[in-house]
């Protein structure tokens, strides 16, 4: 590895702010910044695929990681509007979206890496949304964070008229293959790799476990708020949507694919809770074993992987309609019973299920509530994320007081952070913090 720089400064002629470093690594020349004692690198292809194919490897070349890595096509979710009103300010969109962007120290060595994998029903989101901007974690604590973009919806989780299932999935392996040979020169440590995903993010990455192709290529996991049971027991779901999405053409124009990829979801809604989240993987097609093989392939590798797996304390909070003008509160006594049944269905119920059975083969697993309780909507559906990634465009949102200033809100996010990159540094699970997130027993 060899670095070359050059100086950039600020627009009056002050002091340095940044300065490119140009760094040979295996998959090529790439520039890159380092300023404030972290270097970034953005929007970095790990691989390529035309619509609908296998990704593959991208031979060495030239890599400028300058800009964010796109977001994936893909239609507005309401309840993700409601709580980030401007989450995608600032990105492209890109069906080409096989980019990941890493976050690192700028005199890191053998440092734990954490892959970042984001939820939005395997529909929605970003690796490089504003509000996962991982600076805080890194500095505070000594990691390598990368983001992860890969397809979603349509684009990458539906098979059928040659269209190869959970597409998606290859997407996160080859991402994982690219760290594994790239990662030591951003200071990272490739035989000390932790996932960590929330909602659908957190879901892949419980899957990825029992995937022999990523097999290795990481080494602990953490499950944030994942609906463990929505994908499973979909066969006449994802019978309807391939229905549904009869006919499609791999030369259809974005906007037409995304047109009827809501009809496909209409086809979905038809099943219940299951339809809130209709995409996602597709077992017994590779990458993934069969479901009725599920506990035994998590028996296979849970000695080898350790894992933290929970939830925030009222989880569905975001999911069902505020009482007046309470927004998320649960002051309504009938509100508070149906959040607290539903988070327990979709959230706690799979999660103590998942570190049971972890347990039993052999392995570790911790489990965790997050207790805090920020905004209007309450210890909601995404109300941890705040708190690991600090950044201004959380300020104002429900899901944070009123008036809590980035300051304080990185302050308040601290001791998760900590936890967090702990658990990814050795696999040892650090204290409960009252008022901030529980360890209840697993037994």
Do not use: K
């Not at 970095?44 to 194919?53: D, F, S």
């Amino acid at each position: 590895m060899t670095d070359r720089q050059t100086t950039s400064r600020d627009p009056g002629g002050g002091a340095e702010t940044s300065r490119c470093v140009i760094r040979e690594i295996p998959a090529g020349r790439l520039r890159c910044r380092i300023g404030n004692g972290l270097l970034r690198a953005r929007g970095i292809a790990y691989a390529e695929a035309e619509r609908w194919q296998m990704p593959r490897p991208r031979a060495p070349r030239e890599i400028v990681a300058a800009r964010p890595a796109p977001a994936c096509p893909q239609l507005p979710i309401p309840r993700l509007e409601a709580a980030l009103p401007d989450a995608f300010a600032g990105l492209r969109v890109d069906e080409n979206c096989l980019e990941l962007s890493i976050t690192a120290p700028d005199d890191g060595d053998h440092l734990p890496v954490m892959v970042w994998l984001h939820g939005g029903s395997y529909e929605s989101g970003a690796a490089d949304m504003r509000v996962f901007d991982s600076t805080a974690l890194v500095a505070e604590q000594r990691v390598v964070v990368v983001a992860v973009g890969y397809r979603l919806g349509l684009f990458g989780w539906l098979s059928g008229e040659g269209r190869p299932a959970n597409l998606g999935a290859f997407d996160v392996i080859a991402a994982l293959r690219w760290i594994a040979e790239n990662v030591s020169a951003f200071g990272g440590d490739p035989g000390n790799v932790t996932l960590f995903g929330q909602s659908s993010g957190g879901d892949l990455a419980a899957r990825l476990m029992v995937a022999p192709d990523a097999a290795g290529l990481f080494h602990r996991v953490i499950i944030q708020s994942a609906p463990l049971a929505l994908s499973l027991g979909a066969g006449r779901m994802r019978a309807a949507m391939r229905a549904s999405a009869s006919g499609l053409s791999p030369d259809l124009p974005v906007a037409e694919l995304l047109a009827r990829q809501q009809q496909v979801q209409r086809a979905a809604r038809r099943f219940g809770l299951a339809g809130q989240m209709p995409f996602g993987p597709e077992f017994g097609a590779a990458p993934f074993p069969d479901e009725a093989s599920l506990d035994e392939a998590q028996a296979r590798v849970a000695p080898q992987i350790p894992v933290m797996i929970g939830h925030t304390r009222d989880e569905a909070a975001l999911f069902l309609p505020p009482s007046g003008r309470l927004l998320g509160r649960l002051a309504d006594p009938a509100r508070r019973l149906a959040v607290s049944a539903l988070t327990a269905r979709l959230y706690g119920g799979p999660a103590r299920r998942f570190a049971r059975r972890h347990l039993a083969a052999g392995g570790s697993a911790t489990r965790f509530v997050i207790d805090w309780d920020g905004g209007a909507f309450g210890r909601a559906h995404l109300s941890e994320l705040p708190l690991l990634f600090p950044a201004p465009e959380w300020l104002g949102t429900p899901l944070l007081p009123t008036q809590m200033t980035l300051d304080g809100l990185t302050r308040a996010g601290a001791p998760l952070r900590r936890l967090w990159a702990g658990f990814a540094r050795d696999g040892r699970v650090g204290q409960a913090v009252p008022g901030l997130i529980s360890l209840p027993e697993t037994g």
